[in-house]
């Protein structure tokens, strides 16, 4: 078997090989890699050499960021909902990250590396301007499967912090039985999640 050169210190990409990590099963070098944006990752020596693997994903994005410049999105509301989505599933130094990567919350691939692939669903989608991007199943990330166009208050009733009470015979959300009783959303929360009251006493005490 041939021996490994060492390529500790090298550039690929936007990648810097800090180390040698390991190998394959079937024997090919691994490197521990850290991306230009302080990210790392384990990468194979000869996807590094062939260029296969030139960045966390980072590259790309700047690639598509750069693409949509030239079409002139950057300043669009749609740009900004594609933009955010990437930012609380990868951003680490943002506030929400621990509501949505924090929690595995993740962005596909296509969408993640184009704009364009993004826009295009949204298109095909029934896109409007007062519409939100909303995940039908909240454990779940941001994928043309698990998406859909919604008004803010069909959103605020999926959010994962809003469950079903059934009372009387009538089983509505938190957000319903709030607009139904006249008692704020948050004070019907805080007295079933926090004090513990059971749902008739949380519905009628005003």
Same mark, same amino acid.
């Given at each position: 078997?041939?021996?490994?050169?060492?390529?500790?210190?090298?550039?690929?990409g936007?990648?810097?090989?800090?180390?040698?990590?390991?190998?394959?099963?079937?024997?090919?070098?691994?490197?521990?890699c850290e991306?230009?944006?302080?990210?790392?990752?384990?990468?194979?020596?000869?996807?590094?050499?062939?260029?296969?693997?030139?960045?966390?994903?980072?590259k790309?994005i700047?690639?598509?960021?750069e693409?949509?410049?030239?079409?002139?999105?950057?300043?669009?509301?749609?740009?900004?909902?594609?933009?955010?989505?990437? !930012?609380?599933t990868? #951003?680490?130094?943002?506030?929400? &990250?621990?509501? @949505?990567?924090g929690?595995?919350? %993740? *962005?596909?691939?296509?969408w993640?590396?184009?704009?364009?692939?993004?826009?295009?669903?949204?298109?095909?989608?029934?896109?409007?301007?007062?519409?939100?991007?909303?995940?039908?199943?909240?454990?779940?990330?941001?994928?043309?499967e698990?998406c859909?166009w919604?008004?803010?208050? !069909?959103?605020?009733? #999926?959010?994962?912090?809003?469950? &079903?009470?059934? @009372?009387?015979?009538?089983?509505? %959300? *938190?957000?319903?039985?709030?607009?139904?009783?006249?008692?704020k959303?948050?004070v019907?929360?805080?007295?079933?999640?926090?004090?513990?009251?059971?749902?008739?006493?949380?519905?009628t005490?005003?």
């Amino acid at each position: 078997m041939p021996k490994t050169i060492d390529i500790t210190g090298k550039y690929f990409g936007y990648w810097k090989v800090i180390e040698r990590a390991g190998s394959t099963e079937r024997g090919k070098a691994t490197w521990l890699c850290e991306c230009k944006c302080g990210k790392r990752k384990i990468v194979r020596g000869d996807g590094l050499r062939s260029r296969k693997s030139e960045s966390c994903g980072c590259k790309a994005i700047e690639l598509s960021v750069e693409r949509t410049k030239t079409h002139g999105k950057t300043g669009t509301r749609l740009y900004k909902i594609w933009n955010q989505m990437i !930012q609380r599933t990868t #951003n680490k130094n943002i506030k929400d &990250y621990k509501y @949505y990567g924090g929690r595995g919350i %993740t *962005i596909c691939k296509e969408w993640k590396e184009s704009f364009e692939a993004f826009e295009k669903w949204a298109e095909m989608n029934g896109y409007k301007e007062n519409l939100t991007i909303d995940r039908k199943d909240n454990n779940k990330g941001y994928e043309p499967e698990n998406c859909r166009w919604a008004t803010r208050k !069909q959103q605020s009733s #999926n959010t994962r912090y809003n469950h &079903y009470l059934t @009372y009387k015979g009538e089983r509505k %959300t *938190i957000t319903e039985w709030s607009e139904k009783t006249g008692i704020k959303r948050s004070v019907l929360y805080e007295r079933i999640n926090k004090l513990g009251w059971d749902i008739e006493k949380s519905l009628t005490t005003k």
